[in-house]
């Protein structure tokens, strides 16, 4: 499991640690069933506290995407592919509801927003 910290981004440590081991399990490159190190063991390795890598380590067990069995380890669970995809589905639900507010605020029409959203859509797509 290859994870890189960079201490200079606005992103907190944990968060980091959450965003690449969810990486990992979308790609397939952390498949159910496959241990993780223990907590000690990353965090020496990453050079981080203990308490963050146990912060991140909560947040995705809370998240369903790991599985602690006392111990014999922490482990990645089964369904946290679909886990990992409702989390990321409901982050951009979010986003995407903020920014909508944000533009009808600034007195934007909700065809306004539609024909924006679809023109940036195209470019996406095309590019």
Do not use: C, H, W
Not at 18 to 40: D, E, K, W
Not at 53 to 79: C, H, N
């Amino acid at each position: 499991m290859d994870i890189e910290i960079n201490s200079d981004a606005p992103e907190p440590v944990y968060e980091q640690i959450v965003r690449q081991i969810q990486n990992g399990v979308t790609s397939g490159a952390l498949l159910p069933g496959t241990p993780i190190p223990p907590v000690r063991q990353l965090a020496n390795d990453l050079t981080v506290n203990r308490n963050t890598v146990a912060r991140a380590y909560k947040m995705l067990e809370d998240q369903g995407i790991f599985q602690t069995a006392g111990r014999k380890g922490t482990f990645v669970r089964s369904g946290a592919a679909d886990e990992v995809a409702r989390i990321k589905a409901g982050q951009a639900e979010r986003t995407v509801r903020r920014m909508i507010e944000s533009l009808v605020l600034d007195g934007l029409s909700k065809a306004q927003i539609s024909a924006i959203f679809q023109s940036a859509l195209a470019m996406e797509a095309k590019g």
